[in-house]
């Protein structure tokens, strides 16, 4: 499950409140970011075509490892003139589901639970409190939005929608949520 805020903002300048931050790359790997938006384009447009590629050449889809050390190669390469985006690379493979966490420098941390971006410090207290490695998808997908809703009211960078990717063994779909959020 990847799921970010729709606010697109420069300091306090609000530019759209429609920003794409969450990308599925293939059918069972997705990203999700916080930065400056041209790079979070830039840079999943980099790894969709790269991990289309590997699949088409090795025959088997790529494994979330593969795409989340690819993406890490890719930041590492620009470290004097770093992306300024925060990643996030999740997806179900043939292990399991796995979630990575990525700096712009590209160090790759895997996690059981992420938040990223100017609203991490109050989207993190929710993830740490609710967070069952046994949660269904349905409990999951409540306790992102209950994440990403305590970050949007007390962020003034954050807000104006929820956008996320929902990753199964078999299927993924996006969802989008308005804002205010409806009980």
Not at 51 to 67: F, H, R
Not at 93 to 114: F, M, R, T
Not at 141 to 165: C, H
């Amino acid at each position: 499950m990847l799921a970010a805020e729709k606010r697109v903002a420069y300091g306090f300048y609000l530019m759209s409140k429609a920003g794409k931050k969450v990308y599925r790359i293939l059918d069972r790997i997705g990203i999700a970011s916080a930065g400056l938006i041209a790079d979070m384009q830039t840079l999943a447009r980099i790894l969709e075509a790269e991990m289309k590629i590997y699949e088409l050449d090795a025959g088997q889809p790529p494994t979330v490892w593969s795409a989340a050390k690819l993406l890490s190669y890719i930041l590492y390469e620009r470290r004097l003139f770093p992306y300024y985006a925060e990643m996030l690379v999740g997806g179900v493979d043939e292990a399991g589901s796995h979630l990575y966490s990525l700096d712009p420098i590209g160090a790759v941390l895997e996690e059981n639970y992420v938040a990223a971006g100017t609203g991490a410090q109050l989207a993190i207290s929710i993830l740490e409190a609710s967070y069952r490695r046994d949660m269904s998808v349905q409990e999951a997908e409540q306790v992102a939005l209950k994440a990403l809703e305590a970050a949007m009211k007390r962020d003034a960078v954050s807000g104006d929608g929820i956008d996320m990717l929902v990753i199964t063994r078999t299927a993924s779909h996006e969802k989008s949520y308005t804002w205010p959020l409806k009980a």
